[in-house]
């Protein structure tokens, strides 16, 4: 399974970010991944953005909720994260993946991820 982030390098403060992961190949179900949205600000651990269950509601981390919408396509390979009145605290390396479990800090080691695509916010 290989996925792959695309977007924008580069927003502006108070703009919307909007990045979509396109989910390819391998024979291993998807099913029963948690779609997620990762990302890792300079200096600063993984932390999770949300995901999508295999059922269930979405999660969003708390600290984003208010301006974060995960959603995924009705073919069932893309995904997609818009978080709304980006600042330069949101500059950081953003990675898609599906996840066999979710809590703690995310592990790359885990299920399959994209090789993240960097977002810098600034005017």
């Known amino acids: 399974v290989q996925l792959r982030e695309s977007g924008p390098g580069l927003v502006r403060p108070s703009q919307t970010l909007t990045l979509t992961c396109s989910v390819s190949?391998?024979?291993?179900?998807?099913?029963?991944?948690?779609w997620s949205w990762i990302r890792q600000p300079p200096g600063k651990e993984l932390e999770w953005i949300g995901y999508?269950?295999?059922?269930?509601?979405?999660y969003y981390n708390p600290s984003l909720r208010s301006r974060t919408s995960i959603s995924r396509a009705t073919s069932g390979d893309q995904f997609s994260l818009q978080l709304d009145y980006v600042t330069p605290e949101d500059t950081a390396v953003y990675y898609c993946?599906?996840?066999?479990?979710?809590?703690?800090?995310?592990?790359?080691?885990?299920?399959?991820w994209g090789q993240g695509t960097q977002v810098t916010v600034s005017s």
């Open positions: 999508i269950p295999f059922s269930g509601t979405t």
């Open positions: 190949g391998g024979s291993v179900t998807t099913n029963y991944y948690y």
């Open positions: 993946a599906l996840t066999p479990a979710v809590g703690g800090t995310p592990n790359p080691r885990l299920g399959f």
